[in-house]
C-alpha cells in the first residue's frame, strides 16, 4: 500500500513500515524553534517553513516528513535578536543534541538509510551536527555505516542573483534577516493569515560590535525584535523565494540520494 500523505506521522504503521524498511525512502527531518518574530508574525516562524519545504521536497522525491522539532538551540542576539525576548523558548544544547540523536538512530531502527535534516533556525546548526555525529558513531556500533545525512538550510539556495532581485542593493546579510525580508515574505506567501504587515515596525538594520557580552545587553537588540526591516516584505517575492529555495532543496537531495 501507497502512502496517502508525505507527512509519516499520518501514517498508520504498516504503511509506513512498507515505505521505509527497504532504506530507499528518505526521511525529512525539519528543525525549529519557538522564537520571537517581530510584531508582525508569529513565533513558530521558524517550524513552518522548513516543514513547508521539506513537504514540498518530500513531494518530489517520493519522501516522507518527519514530525518537526518545535524546539530550538538558543536564540543569539546578533542573529535573531536574543534569547531574553519573550516568547522565545529554547533547549539547552545537550538537550537538541541529545534528543536528535535519538531520532536518527530511531529512524535507522526503522530500516531508514537516507535522512535530511531541514533546518530553519540558524542556531540549530552546530547541534545538528553533533547529533550526527554522534548518531553515526552508535550506529556504526551496532554495525549499521550505510546510513547517509543531508543537512541544509533553505536559505542557502538563494543566490546573487536572487538577491539582487530581491533586495535592490539594501541585502543586510542573512544574519540580520531575522523577521525580515526573506522570513516575512515567505510566510506572506504561504501562511498570510498569520502575518500583520500593518503591524511590521520598521527599522534599521541592526549594528552591533565584533564581540560579544553575557548576559546581553538588551539595548542592543532592536526593540522590535527584528533584526532589519519586513516593509519590503510581499507575496511576490514570497514566491520567487519558494521556487529559488524548493528547486534547490530537491535538485541536492536528488544528487545526494538518487
Known sequence: MLPTSSFAAEL???VYHAAVRDGTTPILIPIGSM???????????DVLLPTEFARRAAKEIGALVAPPFTYGYKSHQKSGGGNHLPGTTSLDGATLVAALRDVIKEFARHGVRKICLVNGHFENSWFIIEAIDLALRELR??????????VLSYWDFVDKDTIAKLYDGNFPGWDLEHGGVLETSLMLALYPDLVSLSDAIDVEPAEFPPYDVYPVKPEWTPPSGTLSSPKEASVGKGQILLDVCSKGIVSALRTEFG
Not at 556500533?141 to 543531508?150: A, E, L
Open 35 to 45: 522564537e520571537q518574530h517581530g510584531h508582525h508574525m508569529p513565533l513558530h516562524v
Open 141 to 150: 556500533w551496532g554495525r549499521i555505516d550505510d546510513v547517509k545525512i543531508v
Open 12 to 14: 498508520t504503521w504498516p
